[in-house]
Structure formats: C-alpha cells, structure tokens
C-alpha cells in the first residue's frame, strides 16, 4: 500500500475549543490509485490533504506515505519527503506570477539538484506534452485559468513523485474547464502509473468506480 493511516486524529485549538478536524481516520491508498475526497467545506479535506503531503502531522494515530512514517518524522525529514515524494495542486494554481510557464515547471527539478539545461529541457517536453508548447513563456497572468491549472499539474508530476495531492483543483474554474483537468489528470494517472488524491466538492466530477472517500465533520467513510 502507498498510504496506510491508523486511526489519525488532529485537533486544532479555537481558544478553549478543541476542533476535531480529523477523528480516529482510517484509509489506505494503493500505488496507481485515482482518489477523490468528497464532502462539505470545513469537513477535513484539505486536513487530510496536508497530512498526507506532510505539510501537517497527525496529533495522534499512525500514518505512512510510500515506507515513510509522517507522525515521527522531524522537519528536515519532512522537507525531504516531500521534494521527493509529492507533488501539489491547488485551487488558485499557485504559479510564482514573475516566471514563465516553463521556469515555474523547472523549479522543482532545480529543488532537486538537475542542472537548468536539462531542466528545461525535461519542463518544455511536458508543457509540449500537455498542450502549452505555445506557451512555455507566457507568465501567469497572461494565460486563462485552465491553462495555468494545466501549469500547475506539469510541476506537480515533473518528478515523478509517488503521489500528487489536488486540493479543489477545479474550484476555480467553469464546468468545461474543470472536467478538461480532471480527464487530464484522470488520463495522467493512467499513463504514468502517479497515484492521485483528488479534494472537490464537486460531486458531478466524481467517478464513483475509483475510490471515493467522504470526510464530514472529520470523519472519513468510504463509499
């Protein structure tokens, strides 16, 4: 399995408040999976989300990603882990908006010590592969919102991390638009084998034969 948790929890703090944004959660991810997490804003998505990607850790419970026990790791481990294990998208793409399409591709390559020759040369052959050759040098604001989502996706699989974590990937998009990144993404996973976990509220994108988690008041079911 690529991801196994145990009964995670994770509390955060309003005042005297304790907020339960997860609840004794339990899952497991195959490698090559396509996964949504589905449920209402404030339920834990993008909780479990940054669990998963390491950007949080668990108050209580076990959680591996790809052999890597989150909950004991330090930060450095973190950081580590997730150069090398996981590529983001989010909702409102996250381009650095003073790059190209092409230097934003090639970031996380430089992260990992390629050199820019070969670097760039790796981001143009995606962004060719993925309909933007045309734009390779075009920066954010100069491209529509499903092209930089499609910028975006380009850096999050660049280096073929184990996993790629969507946090309402389309919530910012029209319908057209966002069921193009889905099929895209959709068609990535099946080409390339990169596992995907996949936040929407939108339930119109679901394909209820992949894998389809519901977290509602930090609680995760399975349907």
């Given at each position: 399995m690529l991801v196994i948790a145990e009964k995670i929890t994770r509390i955060y703090n309003r005042g005297q408040e304790k907020i339960y944004a997860l609840r004794d959660g339990s899952l497991q991810i195959q490698a090559g999976a396509f996964v949504y997490v589905t449920g209402p804003s404030g339920g834990g998505k993008s909780t479990l989300l940054h669990l998963l990607g390491g950007?949080?850790?668990?108050?209580?419970?076990?959680?591996?990603?790809?052999?890597?026990?989150?909950?004991?790791?330090?930060e450095?481990?973190?950081?580590?882990?997730r150069r090398d294990n996981?590529?983001?998208?989010?909702?409102?793409?996250?381009?650095?908006?003073?790059?190209?399409?092409?230097?934003?591709?090639?970031l996380p390559q430089i992260a990992r010590g390629i050199r820019a020759r070969e670097a760039q040369k790796n981001a143009a052959a995606l962004l060719d592969q993925l309909g933007l050759a045309s734009r390779v040098r075009h920066r954010p604001a100069e491209l529509s919102g499903g092209e930089q989502q499609r910028v975006a996706i380009a850096r999050a699989i660049i280096g073929s991390p184990a996993l790629v974590l969507a946090d309402e990937p389309t919530g910012d998009l029209d319908q057209a638009n966002a069921?193009?990144?889905?099929?895209?993404?959709?068609?990535?996973?099946?080409?390339?084998?990169?596992?995907?976990?996949?936040a929407t509220h939108n339930k119109a994108l679901v394909d209820t034969n992949s894998q389809v988690l519901e977290l509602r008041d930090g609680v995760i079911k399975e349907s």
């Open positions: 950007m949080d850790r668990p108050d209580a419970g076990h959680l591996s990603v790809n052999g890597f026990a989150l909950e004991k790791a330090s450095e481990q973190l950081t580590h882990f996981i590529g983001f998208v989010f909702q409102f793409f996250n381009l650095i908006s003073s790059l190209s399409a092409l230097e934003n591709v090639m069921e193009a990144i889905i099929k895209l993404m959709r068609d990535l996973n099946a080409e390339l084998r990169i596992t995907f976990v996949v």
